[in-house]
């Protein structure tokens, strides 16, 4: 089967033509494929326009293991890119494969799968983020705590979130006294929020969990800049030299009108 640009969903007839390529509304992978979506149905074409995976899915995104996340009528698997199903469209929720692994969710709780769909770790969490470096933090009981590979508990459930950061360290965060009343505007910036919607702050702690940076940062603490922490105060990126003074990357502006907006609802200063 093959289609015309006119065919997909993302066609405007008021700036598209019958010249506009697939590549100017749509991105080609590493396999030479893209999504597209006729009626609201998504597909993998090739350049030429040639339907390599149907028109029957709800969602499809790449994957780490060179194959594609997709969901159909709520549930969610991978397929190969020769439409071969390599993990059964069964889940609730899935993650992406990641040190071999891939976090999944069904029946509302969380685990891990290997590439044969073989449970690794039980689904047993109320949530979950993906391993880093051997580790994992896991939600029980509205609380957070680690996880090594072998589903061993390293850090108690004592943080309102964790994850890890490399072998070493940790990222926790800590709601502040801060609500948010127009979480639905928050929505749409990078911001994390509590169960009751404060505003959360992220500090650092070692694997054996000792603090060694209060919850200062807007966002996790995932990289760093010459061994420093790379942080986010008032919605400024940075790094925390000496885990101390805060040096701002110029490069990183925001916009005018966001920061209207973040400063309207009281979560930027």
């Known amino acids: 089967m093959k289609i015309t640009i006119k065919d997909i969903d993302q066609y405007d ?36 326009g040639e339907v390599v995976i149907p028109f029957e899915y709800e969602s499809i995104a790449n994957s780490t293991v060179n194959a594609y996340s997709v969901s159909k009528d709520g549930k969610w698997g991978f397929i190969t890119k020769n439409h071969h199903v390599l993990i059964p469209i069964e889940y609730d929720l899935v993650s992406d ?24 770790i039980s689904l047993q969490y109320d949530g979950c983020t993906d391993f880093r ?7 029980m009981d509205e609380k957070w705590g680690l996880i090594n590979t072998s ?3 390293i850090i108690d459930y004592h943080y309102e979130y964790l994850t890890p950061v490399d072998e070493n360290f940790i990222t926790f965060g ?3 006294d801060l609500k948010v009343e127009r979480p639905d505007i928050l929505a749409y910036f990078p911001y994390m929020l509590s169960k009751e919607n404060y505003l959360m702050n992220f500090g650092l702690i070692t694997i054996d969990n000792q603090m060694i940076l209060e919850p200062i940062s807007e966002l996790p603490i995932l990289e760093s800049f010459e061994g420093n922490p790379v942080i986010r105060k ?15 990357f110029e490069q990183f502006t925001i916009d005018p009108y966001e920061e209207k907006i973040l400063k309207q609802i009281n979560v930027m200063k």
């Open 13 to 48: 007839e008021l700036i598209h033509n019958e010249n506009t390529r697939f590549d100017e509304v749509t991105t080609f992978d590493r396999n030479g494929l893209a999504p597209v979506s006729i009626e609201n149905k998504v597909g993998l074409i090739n350049p030429l």
């Open 174 to 176: 800590q709601a502040t």
């Open 97 to 120: 494969f990641i040190e071999n692994v891939c976090a999944v969710k069904l029946n509302g709780k969380w685990g891990f799968i290997d590439l044969l769909n073989q449970i690794v």
């Open 133 to 139: 470096a051997g580790y994992a933090g896991v939600v």
């Open 234 to 248: 008032n919605y400024q990126l940075g790094y925390l030299k000496g885990m101390k003074e805060f040096i701002p």
């Open 151 to 153: 589903n061993e508990l």
